[in-house]
T-cell receptor
Framework: GAVVSQHPSRVICKSGTSVKIECRSL??????MFWYRQFPKQSLMLMAT?????????EQGVEKDKFLINHASLTLSTLTVTSAHPEDSSFYIC??????????????FGQGTRLTVV | LAKTTQPISMDSYEGQEVNITCSHN???????ITWYQQFPSQGPRFIIQ???TKVTNEVASLFIPADRKSSTLSLPRVSLSDTAVYYC????????????FGKGTMLLVSP
């Protein structure tokens, strides 16, 4: 099946610094990618929808100036956590679909990135 | 979006068949039913998807009654490695919109 690769898988950063997470669709083009956040023992919460060549659409309560999303190509979306604080420590997951114009497709998920802010 | 309700947790033993039922009373005509599996510190992995009746693949079966207000994921002869969280999602994943995750079911398989 299609593969979505996320990097890094784990990162530790100091409070106040910024961290960039990459999400790549390896064998298909993804017009849209999605970013989730998952806290321990909780479900995945959609943060934003990343659209190639345009601004991301953020879910209610997600600060767009703190979580910068760039979708510069059909195979790469990045999430930058700016001025990270300990409460931003979480598991971040991206997903993408190779819709190809179909009305319903399978979503492929990256491996996730464990962010720890110290 | 159709809301889903699943048991919070289930316990089983190796070799048993496990059935996880999901309720989705307000499923829409165009909605599909999709199940994902997630291991700790990993992204969700697609298990199976269906629209109606029964769907079977190499890892699971999905039973959907005629009214489509519920669905049952069936895992035959589970092993320890099937211990994971299983999510039932209802909706249409068009590539331009995504599905909403509910709380999921934590399945614990014991020896």
């Amino acid at each position: 099946g299609a593969v979505v690769s996320q990097h890094p898988s784990r990162v530790i950063c100091k409070s106040g610094t910024s961290v960039k997470i990459e999400c790549r669709s390896l064998d298909f083009q993804a017009t849209t990618m999605f970013w989730y956040r998952q806290f321990p023992k909780q479900s995945l919460m959609l943060m934003a929808t990343s659209n190639e060549g345009s601004k991301a659409t953020y879910e209610q309560g997600v600060e767009k100036d703190k979580f910068l999303i760039n979708h510069a190509s059909l195979t790469l979306s990045t999430l930058t956590v700016t001025s990270a604080h300990p409460e931003d420590s979480s598991f971040y997951i991206c997903s993408a679909s190779n819709a190809g114009g179909q009305t319903n497709t399978e979503a492929f998920f990256g491996q996730g990135t464990r962010l720890t802010v110290v | 979006l159709a809301k889903t309700t699943q048991p919070i947790s289930m316990d089983s033993y190796e070799g048993q068949e496990v059935n996880i039922t999901c309720s989705h009373n307000n499923i829409a005509t165009n909605d599909y039913i999709t199940w994902y599996q997630q291991f700790p510190s990993q992204g969700p992995r697609f298990i199976i998807q269906g629209y109606k009746t029964k769907v079977t693949n190499e890892v699971a079966s999905l039973f959907i009654p005629a009214d489509r207000k519920s669905s049952t994921l069936s895992l035959p002869r589970v092993s320890l490695s099937d211990t994971a969280v299983y999510y039932c999602l209802v909706g249409v994943n068009s590539g331009y919109s995504t599905l909403t995750f509910g709380k999921g079911t934590m399945l614990l398989v014991s020896p």
